[in-house]
């Protein structure tokens, strides 16, 4: 597969070996009575060609196109006809499905100076209303299912390098607005590449999955992957999985999936929401590498999952946790292939002080899940002040460099001069390097030991209190793991400034699981973080499901939520804040109590 100068190269060459096998099989939700869809090597040719003529005839080629597809086969066609056309694809998520808003696609179709949108017939009129709304009349939209639009024998074979670009994938800004990463076909290449050395697929594999394909794991993972290797791929709607979980674990043993996975929260879920009934009518055992990333990966969840679904076939060395970005295409580092995920315990305070130490005797301990090994990557642990390398087991920020690596955001040259070409501190590179620029900063913190790399948490958003370095993810876990009523993966921990450093915890309650009333379940968690964590904990907002903002792949907003919070924009269902807190908020809608002490307001009962 070296031989391929672009993806586009490699796809086409796909087609003629595998013309009559599967490419993808989609599982509609039963809802609508319909069959799982087909689409063969064949049919997607051929579609893709008379797409990627429409394009081509559009004027298209070498410009960006957004896709706003539901999930289904229809997405595939439409990214593959950009392939074929030489255009540079943009997915998006769909402003019409439930939860999406037209505001954030606005801005994507602006940012990316999109000439021509694709979708399907259901959504076409909206979309095309929306572009006449936003002053685009000149943005060409074509429903890719409608008949008589392209003529698959007028396609012409584009002109395209490997430094031309493949798509833009936007952000899902869990600490900033998202932005196009610019993915070249050499990127993708690179990537699909590696993706294919650290889980050890081939044309044999059967990826299966329910990520947004508009997401990079999704679109990258399940469906460019499969495309990369000749193989297949089983995928369902994101929806479909959140409503019944039970249905991804079956499709892996009613099609043989071999690879395929989410983020934490994912089998997080699994756990919850599959009885021991359908767990008897599981079959795990194809499962060669569950991936686990795009998100913390948490030991307890690793050892929950290996355990309940063991007797479904389920291997402890199957599970796969990672690390990657869009920003380096997609992954980084992985489990070796055939090993357990390496679990750690190290000392609570050294971590707080940057250091990785082993654990000792009756003192707080903080478990850390390794994100693997990397073999196409030079990775390194940089001070993000000082631009200094950082010993062996010593916390800083991950500096990446390598093929995989785009070569920064769309339209945004002051920023990539900053991200993406960073130059270490004393000349030498670090390691006998020379110094030069090009590193990828990361914003997310780790270390590295023995080879592994541990992922700390994100720079933005570490709590520093008193000198100490306070991870929002172990408060927010430890908040969760009080109370059964308190949803896991649903709170957000995060600092506001006054006088000192005050923490903020917001946290969604569950009514049905409630076993007592808000005031006690806030005055547990002041406590909980007093004791755990030796730090005032002052200010706790419970909320409804649904308030605590998260990105596309799971991850907590904690930025914007920071925000919200501030702005006044919560509702909670019951808060308690300290004084100084309170005359932080922008939209106080409640006075101090009159003790002058923080102020406990109950919005309105829980039902």
């Not at 785009?406 to 501190?425: C, H, M, Q």
């Not at 876990?477 to 059964?484: E, I």
């Amino acid at each position: 597969m070296t031989d391929f100068r672009t993806f586009t190269e490699l796809v086409l060459a796909q087609m003629p070996a595998s013309r009559s096998e599967d490419a993808f099989i989609f599982l509609t939700d039963d809802a609508g009575g319909t069959g799982p869809e087909h689409l063969t090597y064949a049919a997607l040719d051929a579609e893709a060609r008379r797409i990627a003529s429409w394009l081509q005839d559009a004027g298209a080629t070498g410009r960006q196109v957004l896709l706003l597809h539901p999930s289904g086969t229809g997405f595939i066609k439409a990214f593959t006809a950009c392939l074929y056309a030489g255009a540079v694809a943009v997915p998006a998520p769909l402003p019409t499905e439930q939860g999406q808003h037209f505001a954030r696609v606005s801005g994507i179709l602006r940012d990316a100076e999109a000439v021509a949108v694709l979708t399907d017939t259901a959504n076409a009129p909206e979309i095309t209303a929306w572009l006449a709304a936003e002053g685009m009349s000149g943005v060409r939209c074509l429903a890719t299912d409608a008949p008589g639009h392209g003529d698959a024998g007028a396609w012409r074979m584009p002109s395209l390098g490997p430094e031309d670009l493949a798509f833009l994938q936007y952000t899902s800004g869990s600490t900033s607005d998202p932005k196009g990463v610019m993915v070249s076909h050499r990127n993708l290449l690179a990537n699909e590449a590696a993706i294919r050395r650290s889980v050890g697929s081939s044309p044999s594999s059967v990826y299966g999955g329910w990520l947004p394909f508009y997401h990079d794991m999704g679109l990258i993972g399940h469906i460019l992957q499969p495309l990369y290797l000749g193989s297949s791929a089983v995928l369902m709607s994101p929806v479909s999985f959140l409503k019944r979980p039970h249905r991804w674990l079956k499709m892996i043993g009613d099609y043989g999936v071999t690879h395929g996975g989410g983020p934490n929260f994912a089998y997080d879920l699994c756990l919850r929401r599959i009885t021991d009934e359908q767990l008897a009518g599981l079959d795990l055992s194809s499962w060669e590498a569950a991936c686990n990333g795009a998100e913390p990966v948490r030991a307890e969840t690793i050892r929950a999952f290996t355990e309940r679904f063991a007797p479904a076939g389920f291997r402890p060395e199957a599970f796969f946790p990672c690390y990657g970005m869009a920003e380096t295409t997609l992954l980084v580092s992985g489990t070796p292939r055939g090993t357990r995920p390496v679990v750690t315990g190290v000392d609570s305070a050294g971590l707080e002080r940057g250091e990785v130490l082993a654990p000792r005797a009756g003192e707080p301990t903080r478990t850390l899940v390794s994100s693997g090994v990397f073999e196409d990557f030079d990775v390194r642990i940089v001070d993000p002040e000082t631009f200094e390398e950082r010993p062996e087991r010593t916390v800083g920020e991950i500096w990446i460099k390598g093929e995989s690596v785009a070569s920064g955001y769309w339209r945004r040259p002051d920023t990539n001069k900053e991200i993406f070409d960073a130059v270490l501190a004393g000349g030498n590179g670090g390691n006998g390097g020379t110094g030069e620029g090009g590193w990828l900063r990361t914003g997310d913190l780790g270390a590295l030991d023995g080879g592994h790399l541990y992922v700390t948490g994100r720079l933005k958003e570490v709590v520093i209190f008193a000198g100490r370095n306070l991870y929002p993810q172990d408060l927010e876990r430890a908040v969760q793991a009080s109370d059964k009523a308190l949803g896991v993966g649903s709170g957000a921990a995060f600092a506001v400034d006054s006088d000192r450093e005050h923490l903020v915890v917001v946290q969604e309650v569950r009514a049905s699981a409630l076993s007592t009333d808000l005031r006690t379940v806030a005055t547990a968690v002041q406590a909980l973080l007093g004791k755990e964590f030796n730090i005032p904990a002052g200010n706790v907002l419970l909320v409804r499901p649904g308030t605590v903002r998260k990105t596309t792949s799971g991850k907590i907003r904690r930025t914007l939520m920071r925000k919200l919070f501030l702005d006044g924009a919560l509702t909670p269902l019951y808060e308690v804040l300290e004084p100084a807190v309170r005359e932080l908020v922008a939209d106080a809608t409640e006075a101090t109590d009159a003790t002058g002490t923080a102020g406990a307001r109950p919005l309105e009962p829980v039902v």
